[in-house]
């Protein structure tokens, strides 16, 4: 059963399209990755969800509700621009932002001591927001968006800003809520994280959805035509091969996307020619190539893909 | 619209503002130093008068000296001994501010008198100085006319006015009119500070939730409209508290200030010794009273009044991304304010003038203009319901107006808007 049920939205900014016509729809239980450059629709889309901007046109439905100040009730939100009030203390602050989504004082209360528990966090109860560390208030906005523990749980760019702490902390949490049954989306720029963690993907570009699916099932649609290559020696070969587009290159490592079926034995005996090897491998493409083989090179800034 | 939602927004902004040790601090501060600063204007108005000047005068008629030591002995001194030269002399050095020559031709009107002095003493000198001596010189020559006593008598008469005021239901009271402009005007004062104040409290509140990167959080869980009115409503309720706290304080003060300074004020103080102070009744250190309804209007304009500026001061922190940037928006919202303000002095010097009628008519002068009048006059009741019909008709207005502008801009981070850009976001 779809949980977030988006068809055919659209929305302008004065003459700028920030979303035409996306549709797309994310199962129950299941890990949602909302891709694409910055730029590409992504928060405007997140924020039609979280009904913050209403949408031009289009429908926008979660467990079967038109989306309403009742439906942002059932998501937990982390926008991409997040904050929280530094002259408020800790416990006062999440209670507060608690029960704006619906929670007695009681139960509020109840959330805030067990989750800053669970993060170890109790004793910042009486403490000030502007007191805390970064990494301490980045604890306390997920424990905002998490607390009043909603089916639905939407992160926008989740991981920009984040320590390795905390960035680890929060891939913790968001597969234990996936396992748990509940419905995560989230937005990210950065391709690698997608594939660690993501069962289905949605493509942006340019306001429109240029793929969406499994992101397995994408991978193996592209077939094996990709070569990781490590090796020792002079890289001044790779720009010899023809009708290969190289991504992630670097002084001993290439990844080599083979685009006209030619041999790839014939790549390694070049290679083989030139340097010594350390590694070959034919591997489904990365989710960076598939991007740019979607949506074509001549149509992405290449500066805006990490 | 969610009751419930505003009402936590509400009760937020109320009470973690409460708390604030600024508040505190503000709320005891500003009656003290309203107190201090109208001590300082008393203490130098009484500085001032001390400081008097000494005027020459070189009298050649004989009569008019005595006149003028009897009049204002402290102010001229007898110099006719001297002579001129001495006297420019004394002048020029400034041991002497300025010096007179008075002749028969001045008392037989045949020339003016002439003041010759160093420029100390201003024009409130000069006045003072020519209205002496035109009664000393007026005296002399009715002395000199030889006129009936009857005449006389009529010229030296000395009129005061005593006032006396009809209320509406015909009893003459004792006239307080001096006591009530004064309360008018620190009522609209008050008014005038409080908007500013409130207002500029609730655009920082706008942009903190801005910059604090909050907002987007704020906005999955309430809708702009209910923020914005649970904002509003805090930060109104933050004022009213603060004004019941100076009401309340200033009527326990007044209540006691009577026996407190029967009591302190000791037989042995009173001008008269013991006689005197068996009539003395400390009733008259006790204030002419307020009418509850002038605090019942002055509540509702104080209300009225930040609900208009204070949605706008909303639309205003919304529109902007940093403080800095509210210049070019508080401008045009000021100038109502400032103009008000002005009037309200107006008002007072004539309630009923045209100016002051048209005033408080005015929406977004009303609150000021409208408190100082009714205070010190009646004020028709039409004026008075008009101008509150007007006020609502243009808060709805503005209230509109500011929900479009808010709920657009507390989205929009990274740069200010333009006049522009909101008067698309008010179309759109």
């Known amino acids: 059963m779809a949980v977030i049920e988006v068809k055919d939205i659209a929305k302008s900014f004065g003459k700028t399209q920030a979303v035409r016509d996306a549709s797309f729809n994310v199962e129950k239980g299941r890990i949602f990755g909302l891709l694409g450059p910055n730029g590409a629709g992504k928060t405007t889309a997140i924020r039609m969800i979280n009904h913050i901007l209403i949408p031009d046109a289009g429908t926008i439905t979660i467990n079967g509700l ?18 929280l009030y530094k002259k408020m203390k800790v416990g006062e602050q999440l209670i507060y932002l608690a029960r704006l989504k619906g929670l007695t004082h009681g139960e509020a209360k109840e959330k805030t001591r067990y989750w800053l528990d669970r993060f170890e966090a109790s004793d910042w109860y009486h403490k000030k927001v502007g007191e805390l560390s970064k990494g301490m208030s980045q604890k306390i906005q997920f424990i905002a968006t998490i607390a009043h523990e909603p089916d639905i749980y939407i992160f926008d760019e989740p991981f920009s800003g984040l320590d390795p702490i905390n960035s680890k902390m929060l891939r913790e949490i968001v597969i234990e809520l996936r396992d748990r049954g509940k419905t995560v989306l989230f937005s990210t720029h950065r391709m690698e994280q997608v594939e660690q963690m993501c069962d289905d993907i949605c493509l942006f570009n340019n306001g429109r959805v240029v793929l969406k699916g499994d992101l397995r099932r994408i991978r193996k649609s592209f077939g094996k035509n990709t070569i990781v290559i490590e090796f020792q020696g002079d890289s001044s070969f790779l720009d010899r091969i023809e009708n290969v587009r190289i991504n992630n290159r670097s002084t001993n490592f290439a990844e080599i996307r083979v685009l006209d079926g030619q041999d790839m034995q014939q790549i390694l005996k070049t290679a083989m020619d030139h340097t010594e090897i350390y590694r070959y491998e034919r591997v489904e493409p990365s989710l960076t190539e598939i991007f740019i083989s979607t949506v074509g090179e001549d149509n992405i800034n290449p500066n805006e893909l990490t | 619209m969610n009751f419930q939602q505003i009402l936590l927004v509400l009760k937020r902004e109320y009470v973690t503002r409460l708390r604030s040790r600024g508040f505190i601090i503000a709320t005891i501060l500003i009656p003290l130093g309203m107190i201090a600063f109208v001590g300082a204007g008393i203490g130098i108005a009484v500085w001032d008068t001390g400081s008097e ?26 110099f006719s001994a001297t002579t001129e030269d001495s006297l420019r002399h004394m002048v020029a050095s400034e041991q002497l501010d300025g010096y007179i020559l008075l002749t028969e031709a001045h008392v037989t009107l045949q020339e003016d008198p002439e003041y010759v002095s160093s420029g100390a003493g201003g024009i409130s000198l000069q006045s003072r100085i020519r209205s002496d001596l035109r009664q000393v010189i007026r005296d002399e020559r009715i002395s000199r006319a030889s006129v009936s006593e009857e005449v006389q008598q009529i010229f030296e008469a000395d009129i005061s006015l005593s006032t006396t005021k009809l209320t509406e239901q015909g009893e003459a009271t004792e006239d307080d009119t001096g006591f009530l402009t004064i ?56 004022a009213l508290s603060q004004l019941v706290f100076w009401l309340a304080s200033f009527f326990a003060l007044a209540a006691a200030a009577g026996p407190l300074a029967g009591m302190m004020l000791g037989p042995e103080m009173v001008p008269g010794g013991e006689a005197a102070a068996g009539n003395f009744n400390p009733d008259s250190f006790a204030m002419p009273d307020i009418a509850p309804s002038l605090i019942l209007y002055f509540l509702l304009f104080f ?21 800095t940037d509210t210049q070019q928006f508080m401008f045009p919202v000021m100038i109502p304010v400032m103009i008000g303000y002005f009037i309200m002095f107006r008002a007072m010097e004539n309630p009923d003038s045209t100016l002051a009628v048209a005033g408080s008519l005015v929406p977004f002068c009303t609150p000021i203009v409208m408190i100082t009048r009714i205070a010190i006059t009646d004020v028709p009741f039409w004026q008075i319901w008009l101008s509150i019909l007007l006020m609502i008709a243009t808060f709805a207005l503005t209230m509109w107006l500011s929900a479009k502008i808010y709920s657009v801009g507390i989205l929009s981070y990274g740069q200010s808007a333009g006049f522009k850009e909101l008067w698309k976001w008010v179309r759109e």
């Open chain 1, 66 to 83: 038109k989306a309403s100040p009742r439906t942002q009730r059932m998501i937990g939100y982390l926008p991409e621009e997040r904050g």
């Open chain 2, 53 to 78: 000047h000494t005027i020459g005068i070189v009298d050649q008629t004989n009569s008019l000296y005595p006149r003028l030591e009897e009049l204002a002995g402290e102010r001229y001194k007898d």
């Open chain 2, 183 to 238: 309360v008018g005007l620190v009522m609209g004062i008050i008014i005038f500070g409080s908007v500013l104040g409130y207002g500029g409290m609730l655009t920082r509140s706008v942009i903190e939730e801005k910059t604090n990167r909050i907002i987007e959080v704020i906005t999955s869980s309430v809708r702009p409209i209910e923020l914005l009115l649970g904002k509003m409503g805090g930060v109104g309720a933050l």
């Open chain 2, 303 to 323: 209300i009225l009044g930040y609900l208009l500026y204070s949605s706008l001061f909303a639309a205003i922190g919304s529109a902007v991304d940093s403080e």
